[in-house]
Structures are given as C-alpha cells and as structure tokens.
C-alpha cells in the first residue's frame, strides 16, 4: 500500500469519527412538532433541548436560555452568594485579630482602660478650659455694669461675644466626648461578649459580623442616601 492510499484511508478514518461523535439535539417546539439538528434549535430556546448520541440515546439535557430578567436574577444571586463569602471571611480575620490583641479578659479591660481614660482626659482639659473662660468673663460682666441701659463699647460687646462663643463650642465638645465614652464602653461591651465565645471554643468568623461593625454599615449606607 502506498503512501497516499494510506493517507487517503486516515482521511476517511477521521471523517467516519467526527461524523459517528458528531452531537444531535432533539426537542418539540411549542406546536408539538419534533424537531432535529446537528447545533442548538432556536425554536426550542424557551424549552429543554436532549443532545442525544448516534444510536439515539440522551447524552445530556441543555436547559432553556434563560431570559434577561433570569439571568438578571441569577447574577444578583451569584453577587450575594459572592458578598456573603466575602464577608464570611471578614468575620473570620476579624475574630482571629481579636483572639490575637486579646488572649485574654485581663488584656480587653487594659484596653478598654486605657481608651476611657483617653477620653477623659479631654474632658477634664474642656472642663478646665470651661473654667478658664469663665474666669475671663467675670472682669467683662464687673466692667458691662458701668453700661447699663446704655451700649456696650464695641470691643466690649466683641469680647464678650467671643467669650460666648467659645463657651458653647467647650460645651458642646464635652457632650461629644461623653458620647465618645458612651460608643467605646458599647463597643468593647460586644468584643467582650464576642470574645468569651471565642475563647470558649467558638469557630471564627461562625458568629457572622461583629455587631458594631453592621451599626456603623448600616450608619454608612444611611448616610450616602
């Protein structure tokens, strides 16, 4: 047998292969009319479509194209799906750096100590300054007493206004950190209770989100509206 005989019957070897594999997809379209085709039928786009093998038998089923509004459905699903493991693996790092910054309660209260005292020390140096100004306006108040049913002197009336002014924004600083002392007291009131299931034997990250850290999410998601 020569070369070209021999090449000529791989020619058909491969020719008879690719047509004994070759895929047939069958299906009834919506008139009941069964129809057939060596590539996807488009009237059967809406409905299941077998992809049967060369004797007849099912190789596999392709199920319908889904419609824009159902691929629309299953991405949301698959960018949830994907947003859940995302924040699963958060919860699980954050608990792992909790476990590691406190290994035990005596470490959390230092913490927690240390935090309020921060705070406190502003406090006593607004309340010190609150006393400073208070001092500073005695003098003024003694010296607008010569005025009376008369107008203030304009430097006067600035001074006083000025005292004013700074009066309130002390104030108002001390309210803010009294909330301060309030967050961090809550905040490290749910680490606590999160860390004692840790340290009993809890999984990481099997708790879902630390709660503090959804508050100010959801704080987040409310502001940007």
Known sequence: MNSI???????????????ASAAIYSCVDGNGKKLTSDRPIVECANRDQKVLNPD?????????????DERA??????????????????????????????????????ARAKALDDVRNAVAQSEKRLAGLAAERKPLLDEAEFYVGRPLPLKLRQQLDANDAATDAQR?????????????????DVELARLRKLWAGATPGSMGALAADAAASDSKKTASK
């Open 5 to 19: 005989a021999v090449a000529a019957g791989l020619m058909l070897y491969w020719l008879g292969a690719g047509t």
């Open 56 to 68: 007849g038998s099912v190789k596999r089923i392709v199920p319908p194209t889904p419609t824009a």
């Open 73 to 110: 459905e299953q991405e949301a699903r698959e960018r949830q799906a994907a947003a859940e493991r995302v924040a699963h693996q958060d919860a699980i790092r954050r608990d792992r750096n909790l476990m590691v910054r406190f290994p035990n309660e005596a470490a959390h209260q230092k």
């Open 172 to 188: 108002v600083l001390i309210q803010n950190q009294q909330a301060e002392m309030v967050r961090i007291n809550a905040l490290f």
